[in-house]
């Protein structure tokens, strides 16, 4: 732990800086106790195989994103990792031969370390307990619980007997939504849904408390509700103060993109600027409105970037109209089937917000004016535009792409019209799989990769709906 602290630096300021640090969470057993009466109440699409997700999908990101950050833990010792296929030691943070690595960092370790402190064990198990409504008698039991088994328990749900005592968190593998990083501040969440308090509650405790995060501590934002808000009549959801995120993105070192969505309020939106703008994080912040509708959830979902001059995004909240000439009229929609967005974006020094025409003016604007591109700013879109193709691989997340360094990116191998859109545009599809023996025998080499888009597996993961850039809560990015 001492010399994760002393290495350890936080910092982001662009979406595609190379990626040197990051917090995930790999799946755990509470992701195989989803019933199907309570997948949407758990903010899943769907049942999923929890081996298969594992072993199938997410280990290929684990072993991918080593490659990048952190090679000496797996170059060279890839067949022995692979031997280990039903022991899958290297890929369990609570097995004796996990990876322990520090740029590839995982939550379910962060956690079990402060847990190893009597006094916080004992307020974090009386929290959790409180916020589920357990009895006292299991509170002092889990109290005298290992940390390293406590940690599992927080997390899934479930006593080492597999008894479960109280519901799972599904949702933690989606590691962007409990905080952000904004240049070397961390601005943490207020979910907008039941499920998401408990992961909420662990991260709070994590930034707040792990050793590496000593020197930030100051630099948590936590969000407020609005004053007195336990006075207003109703609960409704639009008037609650939320924000998750996958609604906020650091486009640049002085600009900040947050949505208004399904997930994050107006309300939200603005205590997180008051935040960001008296803290003097950055100088910009625009806020995008999407519409409310689980399909888009959060921004990241609708657009991500790819390069300085590179985004791909969601035709139907763009400004070029996509409608397919084969389908017919219809007044219950609008003719171009537009999805109304509203950009309004507010400078620390100007009480005057600045709008946008369209998502594509936006786009454009931070790829010039806040990353200085010399070259036309260029959008891939979901589907290659096409319908049904652009809802349907919008749905499995085709939009969220997580940049491994500027121009290298990872999306899910069933979005095939939105893989053709890449290479139409000069992008290299590859296969993980194909892509890691390439790694390892030294065809390819991370530093010198470019223009790819990296195709993961995704039967399981994409029935969570989530890509990869919900799956990962950059630290530190290269300044790019």
């Given amino acids: 732990m001492s010399s994760q602290q002393e290495k350890f630096t936080l910092n982001v300021s662009t979406e595609i800086g190379r990626l040197r640090k990051l917090l995930i969470h790999s799946p755990d057993s509470g992701l195989g106790k989803v019933v199907p009466s309570k997948a949407q109440d758990w903010l899943f699409e769907d049942i999923v195989h929890l081996d298969t997700i594992r072993k199938d999908e997410y280990d290929y990101y684990v072993k991918l994103l080593m490659y990048f950050l952190d090679p000496d833990k797996i170059k060279g010792k890839l067949s022995t990792i692979d031997a280990e296929e039903t022991e899958r030691a290297f890929f369990k943070p609570d097995h004796a031969d996990f990876h322990h690595s520090e740029t590839v960092i995982e939550v379910q370790n962060l956690l079990s370390d402060i847990l190893k402190d009597d006094a916080i064990r004992k307020k974090l ?6 916020i589920e409504g357990c009895t006292y008698k299991l509170q002092m039991q889990l109290v005298d619980t290992d940390p390293i088994e406590l940690a599992k328990i927080f997390i899934s749900g479930s006593l080492a007997n597999d008894v479960m005592i109280f519901a799972p968190i599904p949702n933690l593998i989606f590691t962007r939504d409990v905080g952000i990083t904004i240049n070397k501040h961390i601005l943490m969440n207020k979910p907008a849904k039941k499920a998401r308090s408990r992961e909420t509650l662990l991260m709070r405790y994590i930034f707040f408390n792990h050793p590496i995060f000593a020197e930030y501590t100051d630099k948590i934002l936590e969000i407020p509700d609005a004053a007195q808000h336990f006075l207003r009549p109703g609960e409704e959801e639009e008037h609650r103060t939320t924000l998750e995120g996958g609604d906020v993105m650091m486009v640049s070192p002085n600009h900040v993109l947050i949505g208004c969505s399904e997930r ?6 603005n205590e997180a600027i008051k935040l960001l703008f008296e803290n003097k994080v950055v100088e910009k ?16 979902t609708v657009f991500t970037q790819v390069k300085r001059n590179v985004w791909v995004l969601l035709s139907s909240i763009s400004s070029t109209p996509t409608t397919h000439p084969d389908e017919p009229i219809s007044f219950l929609v609008e003719p171009d089937h537009k999805e109304i967005t509203e950009i309004l974006q507010f400078n620390r020094h100007s009480p005057k917000p600045k ?21 036309p700013t260029e959008f891939i879109y979901s589907g290659n535009a096409a319908f049904p193709y652009d ?9 969220n792409l997580l940049a491994l360094k500027e121009g290298v990116v990872l999306g899910y191998d069933r979005n095939d019209k939105t893989v053709e859109a890449f290479v139409a545009h000069g992008f290299k599809a590859i296969k993980v799989k194909q892509l890691i023996e390439e790694l390892e025998n030294g065809t390819l080499n991370p530093d010198t990769m470019s223009d790819t888009l990296i195709l993961m597996p995704s039967a399981e993961l994409s029935r969570a709906r989530g890509g990869f850039h919900c799956m990962s809560l950059p630290l530190f990015r290269d300044e790019i």
């Fill in 264 to 269: 994050t309020s107006a309300y939200g939106a």
């Fill in 355 to 375: 709008t946008f025409e369209s998502i594509e003016a936006l786009l454009n604007d931070i790829s010039i004016n806040d990353l200085g591109s010399t070259v």
């Fill in 285 to 300: 912040v625009t806020v995008v409105r999407i519409p409310n509708k689980r399909d888009f959830m959060h921004i990241d």
């Fill in 391 to 399: 809802a349907r691989e919008q749905w499995t997340d085709s939009c």
């Fill in 125 to 130: 198990a009386a929290s959790v307990c409180a």
